[in-house]
């Protein structure tokens, strides 16, 4: 066991478990993400796997605005939930936006300690569930809402922001239950997102409210599609990752000039269009 702990404790930060990035400083984040092309797989729109030998680009983008707000590149092999702290921490220090709410991302982000990041910057998660062999929560239904004695389950009511409590009232199948006059029922539930998963706060009840949102997380898809077909990122071929970075930094600098360039032309033309 001992000797376990020690090879453990001197892998490499990104051999590590994702919650041991979260006391980590960004800078040193930023260093030790590895750049060796390797290889990588994913599954396609089919659901088969896809392999490629090389690098991999991850992106945090402004949903609205389809800024890239941080770039990470990474070797071919790196999961993209190792990448999520990086980008999270660079978003919170780097960039001040306080319009900034809400943290989109796909099921492969659904860990523990995302969830943590994105709270201790006073954002949202919004965050698809990745089931995994995971068994069901006590206590909830499949969407993390409350049960009852009887199991059927709460009704999402609100959210306290103060104190970081859902608020959940008495099914309605319950209305009529003879357990709710013996004290088995409570008419009320609330859970405190800070002690209870944070899984709770952005599924469930809450989903359908969050549906919106998440939908939004596609702005991503489209960005890297542009960075493919237009900008030349799907045809990296430098051997060394050094050369590679550069190459995709420049790419998402590109980008980010173009968009800008656009969006004020564009807004040119409307100012043009409302004095005529």
Known sequence: MIEKAEREANQPLFEKKIEDQLDVPL?????????????GVKKNSDGKNVFWYGYKAHLAVGTTSQYILQPLF???NLNDGKAAIPLLKGIHERLQLSTLRYETMDAGYDYEPIYTQVHRMEHQSVIAYNRRNEPDPVGFDKHFAP???REHSYRYDSFDTKYETLKYTRPKECKDCPLANQGLCQKMYKVKITT???KIYCTGSRIKSLKTIFKRRTAVERVNAYLKLYFQLNNVRYRTGKRAKVHFDLVTLVYNASKLATDRINA????QKQVA
Do not use: K
């Open 27 to 39: 800078d040193q984040l930023r260093a030790e993400i590895p750049q060796n092309p390797e290889w």
């Open 74 to 76: 990474s070797s071919g």
């Open 147 to 149: 049960t009852c004695f």
């Open 196 to 198: 209870e998963s944070q």
């Open 268 to 271: 040119s033309l409307s100012n």
